[in-house]
Structures are given as structure tokens and as C-alpha cells.
T-cell receptor
Framework: KAGVTQTPRYLIKTRGQQVTLSCSPI?????VSWYQQTPGQGLQFLFEYFSETQRNKGNFPGRFSGRQFSNSRSEMNVSTLELGDSALYLCASSLLGQYSGANVLTFGAGSRLTVL | DQQVKQNSPSLSVQEGRISILNCDYTNSMFDYFLWYKKYPAEGPTFLISISSIKDKNEDGRFTVFLNKSAKHLSLHIVPSQPGDSAVYFCAAKMYNAGNMLTFGGGTRLMVKP
């Protein structure tokens, strides 16, 4: 079955612009999470959505937002881009929405954002 | 405040030998631990996990050990193969945080032929 699909894979923006990234989870997966990976901060949790509701949010400013649609596809948006927002943005989906230790996140290949 | 730490940014091992990757955590609320492997230009791939009620979990060449009292876990790869060369992340989750993972900074493993 198809994996987690993220689009676009690469994009370049300038400071002050906004960007929208898209994620299509594995078919049947209803939970979608977003992570930011940077060389300095590593992999950091942004937010998680389940059944179109944000369940958890990481420690990021309000410029970072997301949503989930009824078909479980998700988008994240970053407004007023800053140089420090340059990163690899990873989406992950999982089958279960409630906590389960054994529930594994499957990651997409990521969207690499460069802010100039 | 890094709750999950991987203190070795890189590790070089000869093919056929054992690779040991280490991870420390500070939050005693973590109750499940996972290891992910990441190749360049790809997303992390799940490798193996362990519940906090266990001290060892094995899957083929991969074994994860958990020492709760020391808040330390390690991943053993035996024997190491050149295809194992990648960045390895340990991650932790806690009961009341949905599917949120807290990751360590990663260790780049290089397995030399």
C-alpha cells in the first residue's frame, strides 16, 4: 500500500512569506503528526491531528498551524516566515488515534523548506 | 531542556562487529521507547521498540535494552552491515500524550566494509 506522501518535496520562500505543506497519510490511518527537523534542534514535535481535531501541540509559535480534513489528509501552514524556519518538515501517520505504546508512526520523506 | 539525549553524534564500526547506540532520558513519565533509522532524503523508518515494563526486546539483528533505574536505553546491532549506515534516533512517548514522540538528537552510524 502507498506510504505517507508529502508535497511539495522541496520549496524556497523568502522571509515574510507564508507556506502550506500537504500530507496524505496511509490509507486507513486517521492520526497525522507533524515534526520539524533542523540541524540544531533535531526532530521536534509540532502537532497531532485525529478526526480533524488537534490533540497535541508542541512548543512552537502561533505562526505554525495545521488542519486535518475529513479524508485524514493534513496541511500545515507557516506564516510570516523567518530564516530559522528553514527545516525538513516531516509528516507521520498512524493507525490508532488513542495512545498505544506499540502504535508506530510511519513517516513521509518530508518537505524541505528553505527560507531566504 | 532535552528530555531524550543521544550523546554520541557519530559512531564508526567495522562490518561484522557489534554496533551499540546509546540513549538517555530524564522524564520518568516516558513509558515506551522506539528506535528509528533515517537515510538521507527519506523519512525516519521504525526499527524496534520496547515497553517500560520490559528490559529487553529482540528482533533479528537488533536488540534494545532498557535500564529504567538509570534512565538509559541502548540499541545493539549484531552483526553490523554496511547497509546499516544511517542516522539512528531514539524516541520516547508517554501515556497521556497521544502519539507524540520526543526524539533524541540522533547518532550517525557508519559501518565500514
Amino acid at each position: 500500500k502507498a506510504g505517507v506522501t508529502q508535497t511539495p518535496r522541496y520549496l524556497i520562500k523568502t522571509r515574510g512569506q507564508q507556506v502550506t505543506l500537504s500530507c496524505s497519510p496511509i490509507s486507513g490511518h486517521r492520526s497525522v503528526s507533524w515534526y520539524q527537523q533542523t540541524p540544531g534542534q533535531g526532530l521536534q514535535f509540532l502537532f497531532e491531528y485525529f478526526s480533524e481535531t488537534q490533540r497535541n501541540k508542541g512548543n512552537f509559535p502561533g505562526r505554525f498551524s495545521g488542519r486535518q480534513f475529513s479524508n485524514s489528509r493534513s496541511e500545515m501552514n507557516v506564516s510570516t516566515l523567518e530564516l530559522g524556519d528553514s527545516a525538513l518538515y516531516l509528516c507521520a501517520s498512524s493507525l490508532l488515534g488513542q495512545y498505544s505504546g506499540a502504535n508506530v508512526l510511519t513517516f513521509g520523506a518530508g518537505s524541505r523548506l528553505t527560507v531566504l | 531542556d532535552q528530555q531524550v539525549k543521544q550523546n554520541s553524534p557519530s559512531l564508526s564500526v567495522q562490518e561484522g562487529r557489534i554496533s551499540i547506540l546509546n540513549c538517555d532520558y530524564t522524564n520518568s513519565m516516558f513509558d515506551y521507547f522506539l528506535w528509528y533509522k533515517k537515510y538521507p532524503a527519506e523519512g525516519p523508518t521504525f526499527l524496534i521498540s520496547i515497553s517500560s515494563i520490559k528490559d529487553k526486546n529482540e528482533d533479528g539483528r537488533f536488540t534494545v535494552f532498557l535500564n529504567k533505574s538509570a534512565k538509559h536505553l541502548s540499541l545493539h546491532i549484531v552483526p553490523s552491515q554496511p547497509g546499516d549506515s544511517a542516522v539512528y534516533f531514539c524516541a520516547a512517548k508517554m501515556y497521556n500524550a497521544g502519539n507524540m514522540l520526543t526524539f533524541g538528537g540522533g547518532t550517525r552510524l557508519m559501518v565500514k566494509p
